[in-house]
């Protein structure tokens, strides 16, 4: 049970342009490895890299170096993908089916039991909160919709390892906080969740580990907590200080050689910490 | 790149390992007299191109039913020349469709050859006799050329025979022809017969047709039907057997 | 294999909620048309006529049917991206490729059941109609019996049933080749060209093949011979198919030489399965 829940091994992802020379190097000797029981969130601007490193976990993409494993289990192995549910970036079902009739047909592929596929298809729509649309057709489905079904279909064979691409993409704020708390449930029974948004607070509201990607790089990687902390700066929060010991405070500090930075309610945004790494969303 | 070379591979192996097998089973689908189409210049003069293409890509049946249809409509308005014209291309299409070449020969030497002798236009009876010769020709031609391409079945001799007794007139040919059509495997029960009554009418064969005659009469009951004894009996009168061994007793006469 | 009949099934439904079998009643407006047009005719000629036309619509429409069908599938998938929440589950590429063969074949396989009832009702009721004339004409007695003999020999013959199911073949080749030309182009309009120029130069392979043998040992190192060579080898024979045509024309095919066409085609299906398989497993999606 010590090995990781994914394991990244220098990995690197070129793809060839057709009819010209140039290449574009999506993914670039990447090494990560997420612990099973984390929630990893991957960081990064558009275009670097990290819906390219989540196929090439899901064995979808072909590295064109290194290898990924899933618990031990090659990506490239068929076996690896029993323990995986994915949920990739604005995806797209068969049309023509229902979302129920969806599930079920996940399920099969996953090779559930008919009774045990029903009852599986009917608990997830609940849980993703579609159980109104359930015997809508998908084509009718707004992009909403989608993201939420394609949750359900991600948990249908309940796996141990979750990775979700921007799950709360085109979800309203409402919805976007159910899936919060859906993953962090999630976490809570010990399922592994690999995902990556661009909504930073949620990331940072869920995510035990970051990694942020750059052009294919994995430029900084760490606990949440290590990487938004400032280290030479300590924050003290009070509660019910009176405004004399603030003072106080403020004369002891300066007596004893440190600065008293600032003083206000505590707050901390890991938004900025990303655009100081990646030097700003070009 | 490794992966197209390995595919490509693997067809031209495949191409190599069924060459004989195809090659083999084109032999036998020969022996059977199959693939009698020839799809050559000739047939691409009178097909339009699209009938041409479809043809060439296993979709002569329907180009044929097409023209099944062309044939009829010629047909009900007396077109005879279009008619013709029409059944060459079905024929060369379908030439192990017999059915056809019987169509096309029944057209010719049954319906063209009446409407030809009863031309209202030729005042002449000597043209219009030998205009319904030319299309006893043309029915005894499609005929011939069927028989060619279909010579494991009866159904195109007797039909030629048939042609030959009764319109030609030529007993000799057609006793021929049933002869063959009796060698078929498929050929109906009275063929053998028939081929001896066409013999039996063929001058200086009398005594051939006699003998052949009397076997089948020896043959048991199943062959003693009335035509067959009639025939003996008239060939018995004009060979003179001796009234004792004379195998036909006439009905008595009815005074 | 429940995995590959999921997908099966999941393909035929789509086509199904297509609406491709909308194209059935263009069949039966065919046959019945061609019935209508024929009712004039001899009566051996009509069922003649009758045959020809609903078998050689039969294999246009599961030509184009299957062609059509089974171009589309990889390039709508990996357009909609419904391929990778496919092979995310524990799903092979070869599993995939099965799958969604089968569900053509499934759907090829109700058309044709379809196309085959409606050719045969139409058949039988044509044949009910010329037998209740023949009656007429001829009156109870053995005369009249040996007529609708005649009637019923020019009409059904179990012999058609062997031809659907060569038909079936053949259509089933074309479309394992049309997925092993889709498992490596990018477009579904270039996999139907090319399919059906493959389809058309099948059908003169074996001339090509006569000539390529014929002419061994005369100017080995020629470009012509290398070129018909190339065509024998690369290209499917599918006039070996056309014993269709003798069924058609009532002559019986017999069983060794249906069984050799039969296994012949199942070849053809392997190969281009196999080789379908190895392009699109290593095929970037
Ligand atoms: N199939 C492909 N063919 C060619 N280039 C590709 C392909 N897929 C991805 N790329 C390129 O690889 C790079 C990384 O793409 P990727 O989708 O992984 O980015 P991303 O980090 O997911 O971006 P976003 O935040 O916009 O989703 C991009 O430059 C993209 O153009
Ligand atoms: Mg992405």
Partial sequence: MSEPAISIQHVTKVFPIPFKRERVVAVDDLSLTVEPGQVYGLLGPNGSGKSTTMKIVLGLVTPTAGKTEIFGCDSTRVASREQVGFLPENPYFYKFLTGFETLQFFGKLCGLRAKKRDERARELLALVGLEGAADRRIGGYSKGMLQRIGLAQALVQEPRLLVLDEPTAGVDPAGSREIRDLILGFKARGITVLLCSHLLEQVQEICDRVGILHRGKLISEGRLTDLISIENQTELILENASPELLAEIAATTAASGARLVGQRKPQQNLERYFLDVTGGNQ | ?255 | MSRITAIASNTLLELVRQKVFYFMLLFAAIAIGVAFVASGMPFAEQFQVLKDAALGATSIFSFLLVTLATAMILPKEIEDRTLYTVLAKPVSRLEYLLGKLLGVYLLLFVAMLLMSVLFFVALFAREQLVIAATLKDYGPGPDGEAAVAAVKAAAFNWNLVPAILIIFTKSAVCAALTLMLSSFATSWIFTVMISVVIYIIGHVQPIAREAWLAQSGVNPSSVMKLFLGFTSLVFPDFQLFNIVDEIVVGNAVPGWMFGQVFALGLGYVFIYTLVGYIFFSNREL
């Avoid at chain 2, 064969?205 to 062959?223: I, V």
């Avoid at chain 2, 009996?233 to 007793?249: F, I, W």
């Fill in chain 2, 1 to 255: 790149m490794k992966a197209r070379v390995l595919g490509i591979a693997i067809i031209l192996v495949f191409g190599a390992v069924r060459l004989p097998f195809e090659v083999r089973l084109e032999k036998e689908q020969r022996a059977l007299h199959y693939h009698g189409a020839k799809l050559d210049l000739g047939m691409r003069q009178r097909l339009s191109q699209m009938g041409f293409v479809a043809a060439l890509s296993g979709f002569r049946a329907v180009v044929a039913t097409v023209l099944h249809i062309e044939a009829y409509t010629s047909w009900q308005r007396v077109e005879w020349g279009r008619l013709k014209l029409t059944y060459d291309t079905i024929c060369a299409l379908e030439p192990r469709n017999m059915q056809s070449w019987d169509m096309a020969a029944w057209h010719m030497a049954y319906n063209a050859s009446v409407a030809a002798r009863e031309n209202k236009e030729q005042p002449r009876l000597a043209l219009r006799l030998k205009a319904e010769r030319e299309y006893f020709k043309l029915g005894e031609d499609f005929l011939l050329r069927g028989i060619e391409n279909n010579p494991d079945h009866a159904l195109l001799f007797e039909r030629l025979a048939t042609i030959y007794r009764d319109k030609f007139k030529d007993h000799e040919k057609a006793s021929r022809y049933y002869e063959e059509a009796a060698r078929r495997p498929d050929a109906m029960q009275y063929v053998h017969r028939f081929a001896v009554y066409e013999l039996a009418k063929v001058p200086g064969r009398e005594r051939e047709a006699y003998e052949r005659l009397k076997a089948l009469y020896e043959k048991g009951e199943e062959e003693r039907l009335p035509t067959l004894l009639r025939s003996l009996g008239e060939l018995e009168e004009k060979l003179d057997v001796p009234k004792a061994r004379r195998l036909y007793s006439p009905p008595p006469q009815k005074p």
